[in-house]
């Protein structure tokens, strides 16, 4: 089945870095879109970054210029690494893959990890 595993999170200070790491199994993970989503306490669910099978990237426009994605195919891994870090990114971060297939509602199923909690705080 598919498994997507995060981590990476933790406590810093405004202005410092974190890198997220998101681990995947169970997809041919080298054709599969990734992205990181997080969620603030009372708010809904945002993108922050995404990443096609090809490389091409796009970002939130709060993050832009601070965060960068990236994709290791032989690891099955995508990374978020997390610059000038500011209070309001304080979040849980979450991993996304989606698989299409006539097989499910919509023709899609998403997929999330656990989910990582990110502290900016000084």
């Known amino acids: 089945q598919v498994q997507l595993v995060e981590s990476g999170g933790g406590l810093v200070q405004p202005g410092g870095s974190l890198r997220l790491s998101c681990a995947a199994s169970g997809i041919y993970f080298s054709i599969n879109a990734m992205g990181w989503f997080r969620q603030a306490p009372g708010k809904e669910r945002e993108l922050v970054a995404e990443?096609?099978?090809?490389?091409?990237?796009n970002y939130a426009d709060s993050v832009k210029g601070r965060f960068i994605i990236s994709r290791d195919n032989a690891k099955n891994t995508v990374y978020l690494q997390m610059s000038s870090l500011k209070s309001e990114d304080t979040a849980v971060y979450y991993c996304?893959?989606?698989?299409?297939?006539?097989?499910?509602?919509?023709?899609?199923?998403?997929?999330w990890g656990q989910g990582t909690q990110v502290t900016v705080s000084s």
């Open positions: 990443i096609t099978s090809g490389g091409s990237t």
């Open positions: 996304n893959t989606v698989i299409y297939g006539l097989e499910y509602r919509g023709g899609r199923k998403d997929y």
